[in-house]
Nanobody, 115 residues
């Protein structure tokens, strides 16, 4: 089993920044894919940014140039640095890890961008 715990969400004004963290524990394998997803009220969950164990990174077009995904392998932690936040970034943000054909999700952290 793998456990994911997100943190770092909160309320921020438009133009502000937040950094989300996802702590990974349990049966961790060295080959994996991880990502940050978000789900706004009434909308489907969508991929925000992804990173693989070989270092491949991808972003949703809506966050390119504003968000940065990174990983700390030594501490088994995934990050999402979010800058220039917009009201449309408001959502619950989830961390996901895929390894050996299985998906694991965190419980989510709320990000609200509002004046």
């Amino acid at each position: 089993q793998v456990q994911l715990v997100e943190s770092g969400g909160g309320l921020v004004q438009p133009g502000g920044s937040l950094r989300l963290s996802c702590a990974v524990s349990g049966s961790i394998f060295s080959i994996y894919a991880m990502g940050w997803y978000r789900q706004a009220p009434g909308k489907q969950r969508e991929l925000v940014a992804g990173i693989t164990s070989d270092g491949t990174i991808n972003y949703a077009d809506s966050v390119k140039g504003r968000f940065t995904i990174s990983g700390d392998k030594a501490n088994n932690t995934l990050y999402l640095q979010m800058n220039s936040l917009k009201p449309e970034d408001t959502a619950v943000y989830y961390c996901k890890r895929r390894q050996i054909g299985r998906n694991y999700w965190g419980q989510g952290t709320q990000v609200t961008v509002s004046a």
